[in-house]
């Protein structure tokens, strides 16, 4: 099939199209940028140059490919948050873009989808950190979301609220918006590489556990929400679906595995109250009452399997 795909150059987007390439589809990525051509080409995709925001450039990009397939994983989440922004995420500049890219640029890319007559979406979104904090360790699709979220992950929800049901409710096709978790492995904020994001502070022992540590998280490697995203270019119905791994975990396990596997020593423990003090609440409640999910719909429906299905055997062998 013929792929448009927003955001080829980003974490999820390198390891996405050679996959796609590899199931015999012909994919075209966008950039903002011509020097990122020659990045686009050696994965295995025709280049085409277009800021997402300007609805006009999005048009004519999506019109010269042609696509049966949208595929819209453009963020904008590289930058480094400072302490402050670490505590207030929602006045991270790079929150506040990705926020419209979620808005304004997903109405762009459907728009363009619609008028050329494409017959399926697929849409990055996130699972993490949004289920309401009640009920079970681990939830579905048919759980509800936070209807009071911390104030510091209420845009964030929004944004993430406004792209699922843009894209899950189009009438031209099928419209899937994938609830990614945490990614982990090459070019993510936990790999190997000495400035990820979050591994670098889990080096310096500045990531530790708050509270209990009893808040569920749920990891994908990023090349197994590569391979979610392929298949999902070819199947499932309109819809939501959660693309983590088999093994959702509290952070009191997942953070000293993961210690370990960069060599660090293990997290400091501290009380909540000084998690509040020193992290923010949005962080404190992440650590101690974040729900994870279950990616059987996605697996059922979709017919997705994973190569690290637990983030055990992924730290140990797929941050490098
Ligand atoms: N589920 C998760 O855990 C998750 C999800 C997302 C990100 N992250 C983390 O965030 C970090 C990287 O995130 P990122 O969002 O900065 O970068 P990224 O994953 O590298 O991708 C951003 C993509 O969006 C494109 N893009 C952004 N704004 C655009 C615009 N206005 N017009 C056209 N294309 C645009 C970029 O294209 P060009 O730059 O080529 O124009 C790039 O292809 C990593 O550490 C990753 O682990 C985690």
């Known amino acids: 099939m013929k792929i448009f795909l927003a955001g080829a150059t980003g974490v999820l987007g390198r390891a996405l199209v050679p996959q796609l ?15 990122k051509q020659d990045l686009v080409r050696s994965l295995g995709a025709r280049p085409v140059v277009a800021d997402a925001l300007d609805p006009d450039a999005v048009a004519q990009a999506v019109a010269s490919a042609e696509p049966e397939v949208i595929v819209h994983e453009l963020t904008s989440l590289s930058g480094r948050m400072s302490l402050r922004e670490a505590r207030h995420p929602e006045r991270f500049s790079g929150a506040i873009m990705t926020n419209r890219l979620r808005t304004e640029a997903t109405d762009h890319l459907l728009a363009a989808g619609r008028a050329v007559g494409a017959r399926r979406f697929v849409a990055q979104s996130f699972g993490a950190f949004r289920f309401a904090r009640a009920g079970g360790p681990v939830l579905t699709e048919a759980d509800p979301l936070d209807p009071d ?20 409710t189009i009438e031209w096709g099928e419209g ?9 492995g090459p070019g993510t904020s936990i790999s190997l590489a000495p400035d990820a994001v979050m591994a670098a502070p889990i080096r310096k022992r500045r ?25 999902a270019v070819e199947s499932g119905r309109s819809g939501v679906y959660y693309v983590v791994d088999d093994d959702p975990a509290p952070v009191r396990e997942w953070l000293p595995a993961l210690a370990s596997a960069l060599d660090a020593k ?3 423990r501290i009380p909540r109250w000084l998690g509040r ?10 650590m101690t009452e974040a729900r994870g999910a ?13 190569r690290y299905p637990s983030w055990r055997q992924g730290f140990a062998q797929g941050l490098g």
Do not use: C
Request: aromatic fraction near 8%; proline fraction near 5%.
């Open 21 to 35: 390439v590899a199931r015999g589809h012909e994919v075209v990525g966008m950039t903002r940028s011509a020097s």
């Open 266 to 268: 293990p997290p400091r």
């Open 176 to 184: 899937l918006a994938l609830r990614y978790g945490g990614f982990y």
């Open 277 to 286: 003090l020193a992290a923010g609440e949005a962080a404190t409640v992440m």
């Open 207 to 231: 990531f530790p556990i708050i509270g209990d540590g009893g808040g569920v998280f749920s990891h994908i490697h990023v090349e197994d929400a590569a391979a979610a995203t392929a298949v």
């Open 294 to 306: 279950s990616n059987e719909k996605a697996k059922r429906e979709l017919g997705w399997q994973l």
């Open 149 to 168: 979220p911390p104030a510091a992950l209420r845009t964030v929800q929004e944004g993430l609220l406004y792209l699922e049901r843009a894209v899950t």
